[in-house]
């Protein structure tokens, strides 16, 4: 998946926690491609971990200082990701790296891209730069 200029909020912070983020789901992609996906799956699973916290709480307190009419609603999206992610890194824990983990972490970080960041953190980019 390709960084778009487009999704910008011209937050450096935020557009770089994104990039990293982008890079990381590029990476996951990598290692199932070359048949790898096992060895990644704990690492991506604690990066995770500490980059939400991070970055939720970062762009959070970004729509409350700027009066993001959504911020309810994204923060709700926020929470539910926090709680999809514990409950894979149970599975995970439980399981181990079985083949159905490492598609379950595969789909939750593309999906969260694709309907997320490409879409309602979009939506916040856009607000905010018009300000
Ligand atoms: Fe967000």
Redesign the pocket.
Do not use: K, S
């Given at each position: 998946m390709e960084w778009n200029d487009n999704l910008l909020t011209g937050v450096e912070k935020i557009d770089n926690q994104h990039k990293e983020l982008l890079r990381r789901v590029n990476n996951v992609l990598d290692a199932c491609n070359q048949r790898k996906g096992k060895e990644i799956v704990g690492e991506t699973l604690d990066f995770l971990e500490s980059y939400v916290a991070e970055h939720?709480h970062d762009?959070e307190n970004l729509q409350i200082e700027s009066q993001f009419p959504g911020y309810e609603g994204?923060r709700q999206?926020?929470a539910r990701f926090i709680k999809d992610l514990k409950d894979l890194k149970s599975r995970f824990e439980k399981d181990g790296a079985s083949i159905l983990v490492v598609i379950e972490v595969n789909k939750t970080i593309v999906g969260w891209l694709r309907d997320?960041?490409m879409k309602?953190?979009k939506e916040?980019a856009d607000y905010y730069k018009s300000r």
């Open positions: 939720f762009e994204h999206l926020h997320h960041i309602v953190d916040f």
